[in-house]
């Protein structure tokens, strides 16, 4: 079996996001397959441009071959796009040109998709929102699954997504607020899908004394890791914990690791180490007390799943269903709603050794059963071989609904997306099942 990984961007050095998602399945699935990534030469999300040459390379084994983007993402256009198609009356033509200055814009992986499309059994398509996953759904939807790492935020609201929901062969939902969140917008409860997540290289050894010893932190420490960006909460996070500091007292750290895109506050117990290695990332949450998590927008959160995988308690915002609902369901991590609940859950996880060991023992147990790699490979390759099966047997597929016409498309008759995605159910998923 061939299959191809389609993905915006991809390398070694992106540590994070759909990007890391892609490139785990990518190195997992060729064990048991023939697998091929497919992207753009783009190396920066925001721009999209052109960095890396065209052409096949190989990593980590797995064979890449990129594609170069036609036109770099004008900042300031897809600002005012994105302000009308979320907060306005508005037409499919506008949904579709977001959708080209959401970008990254690469006619040529689309050309390479459809006039390939025989050379591969299965395409495996990341991030719903983007172009080469629009577009390239579209192009072959009966040898799609689609990975949508799907937020509660705009995007899921426009209208030209939910027959890219139905049209996909299979989707392979992060967490059942995803699922439930996505079949709500587009009544694809009929296409084949399982929850299934992702796991991570998580070492079977790390050395927490190493990490502290390496960065000159001698004091107990919560640990953010990620893109340092007020969309993922982190200014939120920098007042609450100032706050929690002047309040409270003690010698509780905040540790951050990653790219900043936010002034870091000047203060003696928030420390900034800028990207760092995995090593790094991984000694550093073992040491920790608990890693917290601000975002509030996530369809599942790796490195929720990693600190749990080293045993470490999880503190969240909990205006994210998805992170609620892993909490939840896991038992191994307390999550906050305003500054109040912010301080309590932080005092009781660093001053309750008992009950930190209790939820990270938890966050373990949950880990292995749910996201350990054996158990991520079998979810992907059971799909496969069922959508296999499904052809073999000439099952019916349903159609690709078609995109309006050329008048059609320019009637002013789509619902602002914000306003979609807040009737949409809300809240975690506790009885929908564990993963």
Request: with cysteine.
């Amino acid at each position: 079996m061939k299959i191809a990984v389609v993905v915006q961007r991809y390398g070694l050095e992106i540590n994070g996001g759909a990007e890391l998602h892609a490139r785990y399945v990518a190195e997992h699935l060729a064990r048991h397959a023939d697998v091929e990534v497919l992207t753009t030469c783009a190396h920066d999300y925001v721009a999209w441009r052109n960095d890396l040459p065209a052409g096949l390379t190989h990593l980590n084994g797995v064979p890449v071959r990129r594609f170069p983007v036609a036109k770099e993402r004008v900042v300031e256009q897809f600002a005012r796009a994105s302000a009308r198609v979320y907060g306005e009356m508005h037409s499919v033509a506008e949904e579709l040109a977001w959708i080209d200055s959401e970008g990254p814009t690469s006619t040529a992986l689309i050309q390479h998709i459809s006039r390939h499309k025989a050379d591969y059994d299965y395409f495996i398509f990341f991030s719903f929102r983007y172009y080469q996953s629009f577009h390239g759904i579209r192009a072959v939807p009966a040898q799609s699954l689609l990975v949508p790492t799907a937020e509660r935020e705009g995007a899921v609201g426009l209208s030209v997504f939910a027959p890219v929901f139905r049209a996909a062969r299979a989707l392979m939902y992060n967490s059942f607020e995803e699922r439930a969140m996505i079949q709500a917008v587009s009544g694809n409860h009929d296409v084949p899908h399982v929850v299934v997540g992702i796991g991570s290289d998580v070492p079977g050894v790390t050395r927490p004394d190493r990490f502290r010893q390496h960065h000159g932190i001698h004091t107990p420490f919560i640990v953010y890791v990620g893109r340092i960006d007020e969309n993922k909460g982190c200014k939120e996070l920098f007042a609450y914990f100032q706050h929690y500091s002047a309040s409270v007292g003690g010698d509780l750290t905040l540790v951050l690791m990653g790219n900043s895109l936010l002034p870091i506050p000047d203060h003696p117990r928030i420390r900034h180490l800028g990207f760092v290695s995995d090593e790094d990332k991984f000694d550093g949450i073992a040491a920790s007390e608990a890693l917290v998590m601000p975002s509030y927008f996530e369809s599942l959160s790796m490195v929720a799943l990693e600190a749990w995988a080293l045993g470490r308690p999880v503190l969240a915002n909990g205006r994210c269903d998805v992170l609620a609902g892993q909490c939840l369901r896991s038992n191994a991590g307390l999550y906050y709603t305003n500054y109040r609940e912010f301080r309590e859950t932080l005092q009781l996880v660093a001053s309750d050794r008992a009950l930190a060991q209790a939820l990270g023992d938890n966050g373990r147990t949950y880990y292995r059963r749910h996201y350990d790699w054996p158990v991520i490979e079998r979810k992907y390759m059971d799909m496969l071989t069922r959508l296999q099966q499904a052809d073999r047997a000439g099952e019916a597929r349903r159609p690709l609904e078609p995109l309006p016409g050329w008048m059609a498309r320019r009637n002013v008759n789509c619902r602002p997306a914000n306003a979609v995605v807040a009737e949409l159910p809300a809240g975690p998923a506790v009885a929908q099942g564990r993963g």
